[in-house]
């Protein structure tokens, strides 16, 4: 179970600077007139938060993780939720970065 836990923080560590640029990007582009989108996952999603920018969903998903560890228990519909949240999340940030970067 701590190797698992392990694993789970260091892809939200990994995640935590690429969402932190990914939002200072959007910061910019809105502050320019652009970026006007109200979510990044609009609804129906897997994360319950919607929000314009990544950091809120992030800390959905680092809650989850932390909420398993205090409870030193999970089931196995909380971890896939947790999983597909960090797949989505390292997918769409690479995605972003590719088109930023163009």
């Known amino acids: 179970m701590e190797q698992l836990l392990n694993q789970l923080d260091l892809n939200l560590k990994e995640l935590y600077r690429k969402a932190l640029d990914a939002d200072a990007i959007l910061d910019e582009l809105q502050n320019k007139g652009q970026a006007r989108h109200q979510a990044i996952f609009p609804a129906p999603s897997i994360f319950r938060v919607s929000s ?5 969903y992030l800390s959905e998903t680092a809650e989850q993780v932390s909420a398993i560890r205090q409870t030193q228990q999970f089931n196995t519909a909380t971890l896939e939720l947790v999983v597909k949240q960090l797949q989505l999340l390292h997918k769409t940030l690479t995605e972003f970065r590719a088109v930023v970067a163009k």
């Open 52 to 56: 314009p920018r990544f950091m809120p």
